[in-house]
T-cell receptor, first 109, second 115 residues
Framework: GQNIDQPTEMTATEGAIVQINCTYQ??????LFWYQQHAGEAPTFLSY??LDGLEEKGRFSSFLSRSKWYSYLLLKELQMKDSASYLC??????????WGAGTKLIIKP | GAVVSQHPSRVICKSGTSVKIECRSL??????MFWYRQFPKQSLMLMAT?????????EQGVEKDKFLINHASLTLSTLTVTSAHPEDSSFYIC???????????FGPGTRLLVL
């Protein structure tokens, strides 16, 4: 079967750095996406990786290793507004998104 | 990023009535749109995938006669919850797929409360 694994919850301190890991097993691979979802709101697109390596976008970076079926989302200089759930999703060979359950990130002052 | 709108943002209705939710891709053409449901503190659950001009593909356990989906154009898909009941109360979110990377962009969601 297909599945995406990511931690259920993480806690970090304002101003610090946090890394949210995602491992996946899917039938085929056409890219990996990270989304941010604040409580009560719809997800918003953060990043897309299809080739190995690091994609940096401001305070957020996303890394992919296809050989290890692994990705991480790195958040730097954490702000209180970064408290949200972070969803990892992989597009399989049918171009369907397989979703992880999300990682709830709690930022403490 | 691309913009997807959803209307209404919130609806309260009586049990037994039908509710229509619209999803529009505002600045791109979406050949494929998706409808999700999310209960409080739970993961997104894909309900159906809709391609323009063809019938929607429903996920297992989702009643196609209860959740009617119409994808009449490349920028508009509608979800109609027919004969809504309190257990249908949820957060309904649409997404549209577009661009070179086939990224899914989400609408802001519709919060449905059935009394």
């Amino acid at each position: 079967g297909q599945n995406i694994d990511q931690p259920t919850e993480m806690t970090a301190t304002e101003g610090a750095i946090v890394q949210i890991n995602c491992t996946y097993q899917t039938s085929g691979f056409n890219g990996l996406f990270w989304y941010q979802q604040h409580a009560g709101e719809a997800p918003t697109f953060l990043s897309y990786n299809v080739l190995d390596g690091l994609e940096e976008k401001g305070r957020f970076s996303s890394f992919l290793s296809r050989s290890k079926w692994y990705s991480y989302l790195l958040l730097k200089e954490l702000q209180m507004k970064d408290s949200a759930s972070y969803l990892c999703a992989v597009m399989d060979s049918n171009y369907q998104l397989i979703w992880g359950a999300g990682t709830k990130l709690i930022i403490k002052p | 990023g691309a913009v997807v709108s959803q209307h209404p943002s919130r609806v309260i209705c009586k049990s037994g009535t039908s509710v229509k939710i619209e999803c529009r891709s505002l600045d791109f053409q979406a050949t494929t749109m998706f409808w999700y449901r999310q209960f409080p503190k739970q993961s997104l659950m894909l309900m159906a995938t809709s391609n323009e001009g063809s019938k929607a593909t429903y996920e297992q356990g989702v009643e196609k006669d209860k959740f009617l989906i119409n994808h009449a154009s490349l920028t508009l898909s509608t979800l109609t919850v027919t004969s809504a009941h309190p257990e249908d109360s949820s957060f309904y979110i649409c997404s549209a797929r577009g661009g070179l990377s086939e990224t899914q962009y989400f609408g802001p969601g519709t919060r449905l409360l059935v009394l």
